[in-house]
């Protein structure tokens, strides 16, 4: 299951989007099942294993008492199963090469990539801000150490560890593009800091195709001027926000995805299921959206389109320039950053965030800044009026609405899909 | 003075489980509640039950609100209301929990006895009607009966 990152290179070089899962069971037989159906699948796959909530945190004893209930988790267990049984899991993988990545949303991820390194896996995910702010109350700083100790550690890792950064994705919706391409570029920039060789920088879809076409272009070209020593491509991941509930909007939107990845020059692409507003999907749903947004991406020629510059490019590398000036060291920086709030991301709760910059959706679907708190950013329209919880309700589920209810050419809502 | 605020704002405090780290639903139910003029503390994502136990005896709060979708907040909302009830001075505190409390959906739904066997006052799983949490909250009074929970 090794070569996770030449798989991808040799994949985008051909011409063909990687689709991934988030997969992840607590039951062994059905992890391994659907890392079977993964590899299998009529599309170019790589596999996930998905780890569990109480992994994530650290809480083994609650892993254990699941086990002794039999209450299925939300992920595999990684840490905790013995290491027969995870090597059971991922022997069909081994046998067929098929490149695995872990996941798992940790801040303090040492025990995670120790099992994953003893297991031999050379691709997993997440950073120092990405998987602390989103997922934990633990300290920035805490996090940053942490995170130094185990990218060291990986970087050491046989063959050619890739290390993914989750920094597009902040809280999965409502964080303007700037913001996320800068901190995604910043992991990026710590991971190869800390040793790293091989890394991915994200991106997910928002409100706007246009807009999001426009960021993955600033993304690429950031990554091409700061991280040119280092492998590096992009990865676009389906919608992170609210999912629509009908099977419907949720497969527009998955090809919208798909197609956003191939003309952005995305070499991989994560999707969701339409089982995504309601519960874990299983995995005969997975394959089909892994197939679904393959199919589609077929389709669609890898010329990129000529996107506009409504100054995303420009305010993420103002966000870059203005952490970096903070230290030479990038995890100081970050701390740094974050405590000055020259980073802030909208309606993020962890203490460590400054919590005073906000976003909405326009009229047009773009995210736009309403507040930027102390962020290097110019702003002309500051709205400082209190959300409310309806507004911020319809500013969560407008994508939701959008792919769900779509409006019929002559403007009148088309009957609701169900 | 806290008497008569009683009447109309609740003291509201509101969290999640300790594995889950979802605040969109926080931040939400945080200005729905204020809105309705209530004084909401928000502890924020993965409040540990021992934080959790703390504050509801050190702010004393008219409501505990428990929101969680991970996926787990069954088998975390049992061990944290049993914890909760096992304080003599909690036991009668008003508790409710609500989002998605397990990984299957719907076939979850029919799980809710559970929770209010083990110490919940209401259980508002995916699909409740806010109007209904709304209610609940402004007329919540302290629990009479202890169904279920030890003496
Ligand atoms: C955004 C999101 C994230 C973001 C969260 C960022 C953050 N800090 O908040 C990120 C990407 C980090 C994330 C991570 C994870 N997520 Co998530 N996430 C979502 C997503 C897409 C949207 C949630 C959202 O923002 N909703 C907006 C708020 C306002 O609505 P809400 O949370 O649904 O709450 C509403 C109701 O439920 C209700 N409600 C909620 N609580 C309460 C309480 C009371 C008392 C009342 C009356 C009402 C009520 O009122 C709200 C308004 O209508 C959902 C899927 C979806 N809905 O589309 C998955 C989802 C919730 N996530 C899920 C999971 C499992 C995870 C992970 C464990 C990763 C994984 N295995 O896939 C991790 C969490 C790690 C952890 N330690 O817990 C699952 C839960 C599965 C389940 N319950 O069956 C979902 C359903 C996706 C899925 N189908 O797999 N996630």
Redesign the interface.
Known sequence: MTGFATFVRAAHAAGHLVVQPRMGFSDPALMRAGLVATRRAHATTVGTVTLD??T??G?YA?VL??AA?G????GYPIVTTDDATTRHVLSDSARHGFPVQVRH?SPLPGDIVDALVALGLDATEGGPVSYCL????VPLRESVTAWSRSVEAFAAAPGEPHLESFGGCM???LCPPSLLIALTILEGLFFRRRGIASLSLSFTQQTSAEQDAEALHALRRIAADLLHDVDHHIVVYAYMGVHPRTEAGSLALLADAARLAVRGGAARLIVKTP?EA???PTIAENVSSLEHAAAVARTVGPEEPAVEDSGVEAEARTLIAAVLDLHEDVGEALVRAFSAGVLDVP?????DNAGRSRAHVDGSGRLRWSAVGSMPIARSDQDLRP???GA??GY?HRVEQRYDHPVLTDGTPAAVLS | MLNHLRDEGRRVLLCTVSSDSHTWNLVFLQLLLEEHGHDVTNLGSCTPDDLVVARCLSDRPDLLVISTVNGHGHADGKRLITKLRREPALRTLPVVIGGKLGIAGAADVDRAGELVEAGFDAVFAEGADLSGFNRFVSTARERRSLEGAAP
């Open positions: 909530s109480y994530r945190v809480d609650a008492a699941a209930e209450t299925p988790l939300n949303g989103p997922y934990s109350r809280l999965g919706q089982a309601h519960r874990i309606y993020c709760l962890h203490a959300v409310t919880s911020l309700l969560l």
